[in-house]
């Protein structure tokens, strides 16, 4: 498995949670960090969270700093996102991706991708 596989998007209300899950590839080599991206239609893929399993370092974009949490249990290659006070604004298609920075083009795989929705 080299594409890792998103799931846990859904609809909820504004101030409600949710977690998203992502079941990536076995880390090796300088490809060793899992992030969160999201996008909606019209807008640029925005930087959400990363974390480089193990030593767990993390990474938050503004946006989210305080409301969602990152973390990841390499035992099942598996790295979670928790949402919590959820806004309108977190509405967009979640994607995670594996690969060396905390950036569009520092990734090398990416998911197809949770929809998010948040109603206000």
């Known amino acids: 498995q080299v594409q890792p596989v998103e799931s846990g998007g859904g609809s909820v209300q504004a101030g409600g949670s949710l977690r998203l899950s992502c079941v990536h590839p076995?880390?090796?080599?300088?490809?060793?960090?899992v992030a969160w991206f999201r996008q909606v239609p019209g807008k640029e893929r925005e930087g959400v969270a990363a974390i480089v399993p193990g030593p767990d370092r993390i990474y938050y974009g503004d946006s989210v700093k305080g409301r969602f949490t990152i973390s990841g249990d390499m035992a099942i290659n598996t790295v979670y996102l928790q949402m919590n006070s959820l806004k309108s604004e977190d509405t967009a298609m979640y994607y995670c991706?594996?690969?060396?920075?905390?950036?569009?083009?520092?990734?090398?795989?990416w998911g197809k991708g949770t929809l998010v929705t948040i109603s206000s």
């Open positions: 076995v880390l090796q080599g300088p490809a060793n960090l």
């Open positions: 991706a594996v690969g060396r920075w905390f950036r569009v083009d520092g990734m090398d795989y």
